[in-house]
């Protein structure tokens, strides 16, 4: 995945994050998200996480795929770490890098853990029914496409701001991975497409996982 903003000031000041040179409603003294706008979009978005949660695990059930059932739990940890970020989105800087170091290791032992089944499917040899995860797959697009457009304005803000995008932006792309998995699947009727897919989902995983401790980390050595 490539990163498309790169945040590259080492030394945020005390009571915002690094200035991209965006200009939005809310104040960065008193926390980056006390923008009411940013506040329900907040609320919507975790809303979205939470239904995908459910049909995904389900559907990742029913399929045998893997793939479904780690970006189930991915749903469930984007609704998890929004409802985080609602909570100290008015704290200091220095809870809110706190929390986002806390988000990133979360990151860290999602990605691993998404590494380890994913070489036991290929191990197993077991094929997922691609059509459930086409069907599954395009319903994630669209939920986290639609996520992802109601974070756009957002996207720049500092570490804990930028943690909920990032995680947004990489379920969207890893949904239509997803997508083209199930098509490959479907016509080689082989575990090794999911198991691609799944295995460039976790080095985004890392990556945004990194940028983000990355942020954090010179956020809390500056507050």
């Given at each position: 995945m490539s990163a498309h903003h790169d945040?590259?000031?080492?030394?945020p000041g005390p009571d915002h994050g690094p200035d991209h040179g965006h200009h939005h409603d809310h104040s960065h003294d008193?926390?980056?998200?006390t923008d009411p706008a940013y506040r329900r979009a907040l609320w919507s978005v975790m809303?979205?996480?939470a239904v995908m949660f459910f049909v995904e695990i389900g559907a990742g059930l029913q399929s045998q795929s893997k793939s479904l059932l780690a970006d189930s739990l991915d749903f469930a940890?984007?609704?998890a770490n929004i409802a985080l970020s609602l909570f100290v989105m008015t704290a200091s800087v220095a809870v809110r890098a706190r929390t986002s170091l806390?988000?990133?290791a979360t990151m860290f032992l999602f990605a691993f853990w998404i590494m380890g089944t994913t070489l036991w499917q290929v191990y197993t040899g077991e094929v997922p029914r691609a059509e459930v995860m086409g069907l599954i797959s395009i319903l994630a697009v669209v939920a986290n496409v639609g996520s992802a457009l109601l974070l756009w304005k957002y996207r720049e803000g500092d570490s804990n701001?930028?943690?909920v995008w990032l995680c947004t932006r990489n379920d969207a792309i890893g949904n239509?991975?997803?997508l083209g998995a199930a098509i490959g699947?479907?016509?080689t009727q082989n575990t090794l497409p999911d198991a691609i897919v799944a295995l460039v989902m976790v080095a985004m995983g890392l990556q945004a996982a990194t940028r983000i401790a990355e942020q954090a980390w010179a956020e809390l050595k500056a507050a």
């Open positions: 945040h590259t000031d080492p030394d008193i926390g980056p998200a809303a979205i996480n940890g984007d609704a806390l988000k990133a701001m930028m943690s239509l991975m997803v699947v479907w016509f």
